[in-house]
């Protein structure tokens, strides 16, 4: 390609799969799918991709059992506080949550809005 994609989306996907094949917890493959997201972000940032957009939970997937959907907050939550500010610089890029915070954790949304 001549020049990067303005706008790139990313869906994580396989990570129960990838628990299971390696003998890891949910939340381990959780925590490391959201770094994973994160390198690729920087790579996108590198290449000067202008937007991102992480599709992280459908409504579908709130319908999981309970361990699952806490190894998914526990690891959206790490991403929010820790990953994203200690990686991307706050005045240079900008972040965006969509859909209903009230279905969600009050320490995921409390993340999201300190972005």
């Not at 706008?7 to 390696?22: C, Y």
């Not at 925590?31 to 202008?50: F, W, Y």
């Not at 806490?70 to 706050?90: K, Q, R």
């Amino acid at each position: 390609m001549e020049r990067s994609p303005a706008h790139v989306g990313l869906i994580p996907d396989g990570l129960r799969r990838w628990a299971r094949a390696n003998g890891a917890t949910l939340t381990d493959a959780y925590l490391r799918g959201s770094e994973k997201v994160t390198e690729i972000l920087l790579t996108l940032q590198r290449n000067e991709v202008q937007t991102a957009s992480v599709y992280n939970l459908s409504r579908a997937n709130l319908g999981r059992p309970d361990e699952q959907l806490e190894a998914v907050y526990a690891a959206s939550t790490y991403f929010l506080s820790t990953l994203i500010p200690a990686n991307f610089d706050a005045a240079t890029c900008g972040f965006r949550m969509h859909g209903d915070r009230d279905l969600l954790p009050a320490d995921f949304v409390a993340a999201a809005e300190q972005l």
